[in-house]
């Protein structure tokens, strides 16, 4: 059973800076798409960033571009999300998800959820 485990939210200024981290287990990684999703109160969950395991091929949401940037470590069996330039916009809690084979923006094409991280970006 595929198991995923996030860590790195907290509470930032807007302008900083935070790196979420996500460790994978219990499959074998290099056939997945990992991807970062968040859902800010009152809203939908939506898609953040998108990275497929085997080639690194990344992409990511309109909203991201140019400020997060999604990465693996594969000795590690960890996803990250590095954040820059945070907005109060960004506040949400922060999602890893799994898929097996070549996952989409669409969040139900994810099988795999973790538990999520907080990421509150405050003055």
């Known amino acids: 059973q595929v198991h995923l485990v996030e860590s790195g939210g907290g509470l930032v200024q807007p302008g900083g800076s935070l790196r979420l981290s996500c460790v994978a287990s219990?499959?074998?990684?290099?056939?997945?798409?990992m991807a970062w999703f968040r859902q800010a109160p009152g809203k939908e969950r939506e898609f953040v960033a998108a990275i497929r395991w085997s080639d690194t091929n990344t992409f990511s949401a309109d909203s991201v571009k140019g400020r997060f940037t999604i990465s693996r470590d594969s000795a590690k069996n960890t996803v990250y999300l590095q954040m820059n330039s945070l907005k109060p916009d960004d506040t949400a809690v922060y999602y890893c998800?799994?898929?097996?084979?070549?996952?989409?923006?669409?969040?139900?094409?994810?099988?795999?959820w973790g538990q999520g991280t907080q990421v509150t970006v405050s003055s």
């Open positions: 998800a799994a898929t097996r084979g070549i996952g989409t923006m669409n969040i139900r094409t994810y099988t795999y």
């Open positions: 219990g499959g074998t990684f290099s056939r997945y798409t």
